[in-house]
């Protein structure tokens, strides 16, 4: 569906939305996937990004967003300072992520405390954005509703209290979706909702013993 | 938003609201957003697009490349000669916001950030002389979001999607219909607006210089502004087009789909794969483009998809 600031919109740095304001989407995202700021960060570039990202400050968008600035934000154009005085160790490489990767696509290493997560996603263009993986993981989703990421054991009744919890704090699931590495493994299940993801959701399925990480995305607004 | 020009003004007339209430109530029932919250966040956007244009034409500072910066305060410095200092004005600001755009400057994609010119030169220019409120120009972005929901649903806003056409296009289709609105023209005439704009600029191709934002496409801005002010000057005289908007939106779509790869933005031919177009790209640190675009069509073919946006 499109939406009236699909069209008048996004507001934003330039030069463009789609190797600027999405690359910032995307770091804001990964960022948020890693549970906050990383203090190290491997960027590999695909396809245009890599060919055509350094005129339009591709680099500096994902660094920009890895910060938590939102593609409007004027600190872009300064963010590779920035991250050095923030303690944010960057690389950036290529990657030939195949024909079928989208030529906007970007995967991302990051490493925060114990934790390595790796995204990769890419700029669809108008400044949106879909995360296409995580860790091993495939997931589809784009940032624009708030969204649960739960890594979970993979047991018979979790998709169900999940669901419940989510219907006791009011919210409507909009998208759901589960993948597994291998049965009776691991489960990361992506959910999006509508409205606001409440503090206490998080928490509650925190405390779910089949829970390893559960992580909420805001909306990139 | 309304998947034709046809269904908007018929909603309209059918709910007795003008063409921009008509916008808003859909935007805000798919959203469960206040009314007044969605011409609040406009009138934000409307903002950002004055301190673009104000930022633009006041500073001759050069974009990474060197490709742009500046010129909207040449031609402002030299100029009007022929066009009037309105017209001319108007070509400076749609250039001044592409220029701020290519520094990292901030900017409103309308629809896009390579179109972003257009809509602000045309509508922050005519304001002046017109004394058209802030909340009326919130009133003619309502009416230019309905016109850009439409082309993107049925035919495309992208450059990698259509070409020029889609972008610089759809952009100059919005500020004519707006500026049809504001000056007291019918649906009707809005809707001729529409279709005047948009059957000068197909075939339109997108073929950046070095794949970046700049060249052409601060000149296109500033040449699709000036047409969409003459297709809004023939709608509100009553003249007509025989093709309603709906249909010429679909032939769009259907050029656009049916163009070269090479001319949807992959920066592989036009303008961009010319000799100089390539040097250029060569000082600009793109060996790989380069590379591409010498190598031709069957490399042109897989990379589609490449291209900003």
Same mark, same amino acid.
Request: aromatic letters at 4%.
């Given at each position: 569906?499109?939406?009236?600031?699909?069209?008048?919109?996004?507001?934003?740095?330039?030069?463009?939305?789609?190797?600027?304001?999405?690359?910032?989407?995307?770091?804001?995202?990964?960022?948020?996937?890693?549970?906050?700021?990383?203090?190290?960060?491997?960027?590999?570039?695909?396809?245009?990004?890599?060919?055509?990202?350094?005129?339009?400050?591709?680099?500096?968008?994902?660094?920009?967003?890895?910060?938590?600035?939102?593609?409007?934000?004027?600190?872009?154009?300064?963010?590779?300072?920035?991250?050095?005085?923030?303690?944010?160790?960057?690389?950036?490489?290529?990657?030939?992520?195949?024909?079928?990767?989208?030529?906007?696509?970007?995967?991302?290493?990051?490493?925060?405390?114990?934790?390595?997560?790796?995204?990769?996603?890419?700029?669809?263009?108008?400044?949106?954005?879909?995360?296409?993986?995580?860790?091993?993981?495939?997931?589809?989703?784009?940032?624009?509703?708030?969204?649960?990421?739960?890594?979970?054991?993979?047991?018979?009744?979790?998709?169900?209290?999940?669901?419940?919890?989510?219907?006791?704090?009011?919210?409507?699931?909009?998208?759901?979706?589960?993948?597994?590495?291998?049965?009776?493994?691991?489960?990361?299940?992506?959910?999006?909702?509508?409205?606001?993801?409440?503090?206490?959701?998080?928490?509650?399925?925190?405390?779910?013993?089949?829970?390893?990480?559960?992580?909420?995305?805001?909306?990139?607004? | 938003?309304?998947?034709?020009?046809?269904?908007?003004?018929?909603?309209?007339?059918?709910?007795?609201?003008?063409?921009?209430?008509?916008?808003?109530?859909?935007?805000?029932?798919?959203?469960?957003?206040?009314?007044?919250?969605?011409?609040?966040?406009?009138?934000?956007?409307?903002?950002?697009?004055?301190?673009?244009?104000?930022?633009?034409?006041?500073?001759?500072?050069?974009?990474?490349?060197?490709?742009?910066?500046?010129?909207?305060?040449?031609?402002?410095?030299?100029?009007?000669?022929?066009?009037?200092?309105?017209?001319?004005?108007?070509?400076?600001?749609?250039?001044?916001?592409?220029?701020?755009?290519?520094?990292?400057?901030?900017?409103?994609?309308?629809?896009?950030?390579?179109?972003?010119?257009?809509?602000?030169?045309?509508?922050?220019?005519?304001?002046?002389?017109?004394?058209?409120?802030?909340?009326?120009?919130?009133?003619?972005?309502?009416?230019?979001?309905?016109?850009?929901?439409?082309?993107? +649903? =049925?035919?495309?806003?992208?450059?990698? %999607? &259509?070409?020029?056409?889609?972008? !610089? *296009?759809?952009?100059? @289709?919005? $500020? /004519?219909?707006?500026?049809?609105?504001?000056?007291?023209?019918?649906?009707?005439?809005?809707?001729?607006?529409?279709?005047?704009?948009?059957?000068?600029?197909?075939?339109?191709?997108?073929?950046?210089?070095?794949?970046?934002?700049?060249?052409?496409?601060?000149?296109?801005?500033?040449?699709?502004?000036?047409?969409?002010?003459?297709?809004?000057?023939?709608?509100?005289?009553?003249?007509?087009?025989?093709?309603?908007?709906?249909?010429?939106?679909?032939?769009?779509?259907?050029?656009?789909?049916?163009?070269? +790869? =090479?001319?949807?933005?992959?920066?592989? %031919? &036009?303008?961009?794969?010319?000799? !100089? *177009?390539?040097?250029? @790209?060569? $000082? /600009?640190?793109?060996?790989?483009?380069?590379?591409?675009?010498?190598?031709?069509?069957?490399?042109?073919?897989?990379?589609?998809?490449?291209?900003?946006?």
């Amino acid at each position: 569906m499109v939406g009236l600031f699909d069209i008048l919109g996004p507001t934003m740095v330039g030069p463009s939305s789609s190797h600027t304001a999405g690359a910032c989407r995307l770091g804001f995202v990964a960022r948020a996937i890693a549970g906050g700021q990383p203090e190290r960060a491997l960027i590999e570039l695909h396809g245009s990004f890599a060919m055509t990202g350094e005129g339009h400050g591709t680099k500096r968008a994902i660094i920009g967003g890895l910060l938590g600035f939102r593609p409007d934000d004027p600190r872009l154009r300064e963010s590779l300072e920035q991250a050095a005085e923030t303690g944010l160790e960057y690389e950036f490489g290529q990657a030939d992520l195949g024909d079928e990767a989208h030529p906007n696509s970007a995967r991302i290493h990051l490493w925060r405390g114990e934790t390595h997560t790796r995204i990769q996603g890419c700029s669809v263009g108008g400044g949106r954005i879909r995360v296409e993986e995580i860790d091993d993981f495939p997931v589809e989703f784009t940032g624009s509703l708030p969204t649960v990421i739960v890594q979970a054991d993979d047991v018979p009744g979790t998709i169900a209290e999940i669901s419940g919890l989510c219907a006791e704090q009011g919210l409507n699931v909009a998208t759901m979706r589960v993948d597994r590495t291998s049965r009776g493994g691991y489960a990361l299940m992506t959910i999006e909702v509508d409205g606001r993801i409440p503090a206490e959701l998080e928490s509650e399925l925190g405390e779910k013993p089949w829970a390893h990480r559960v992580r909420v995305l805001r909306q990139l607004g | 938003m309304f998947r034709s020009i046809e269904e908007w003004i018929e909603d309209a007339a059918d709910a007795g609201v003008t063409l921009p209430e008509a916008v808003l109530r859909r935007e805000a029932r798919n959203t469960d957003v206040d009314p007044d919250a969605i011409r609040a966040r406009v009138a934000r956007a409307l903002d950002v697009m004055r301190e673009a244009i104000a930022e633009g034409v006041s500073s001759a500072e050069r974009s990474p490349t060197g490709m742009t910066g500046g010129r909207a305060r040449t031609l402002l410095a030299n100029g009007p000669r022929l066009m009037g200092e309105e017209l001319t004005s108007m070509l400076a600001r749609a250039i001044a916001t592409l220029e701020v755009n290519a520094r990292m400057g901030l900017i409103v994609a309308a629809p896009t950030a390579g179109a972003a010119g257009v809509v602000p030169g045309v509508l922050m220019t005519l304001a002046e002389s017109r004394g058209w409120s802030s909340e009326q120009l919130v009133d003619g972005m309502l009416v230019g979001g309905g016109v850009g929901a439409v082309i993107a +649903v =049925r035919a495309s806003i992208a450059g990698a %999607g &259509g070409g020029c056409q889609a972008e !610089t *296009g759809s952009a100059a @289709a919005m $500020a /004519a219909a707006a500026v049809t609105h504001l000056e007291g023209g019918s649906p009707e005439q809005v809707s001729q607006a529409i279709a005047l704009t948009l059957q000068g600029m197909l075939g339109l191709i997108c073929d950046p210089v070095a794949g970046l934002v700049e060249m052409p496409c601060a000149y296109r801005n500033a040449s699709a502004a000036v047409h969409a002010v003459a297709a809004a000057e023939m709608a509100l005289a009553g003249l007509d087009f025989p093709i309603p908007p709906d249909e010429v939106i679909d032939v769009m779509g259907q050029v656009g789909r049916t163009m070269d +790869v =090479r001319f949807r933005e992959t920066a592989l %031919g &036009g303008l961009a794969a010319t000799p !100089t *177009g390539q040097r250029i @790209a060569e $000082a /600009a640190g793109m060996p790989e483009l380069v590379e591409l675009q010498r190598r031709g069509r069957t490399q042109g073919e897989r990379s589609a998809r490449l291209g900003p946006s």
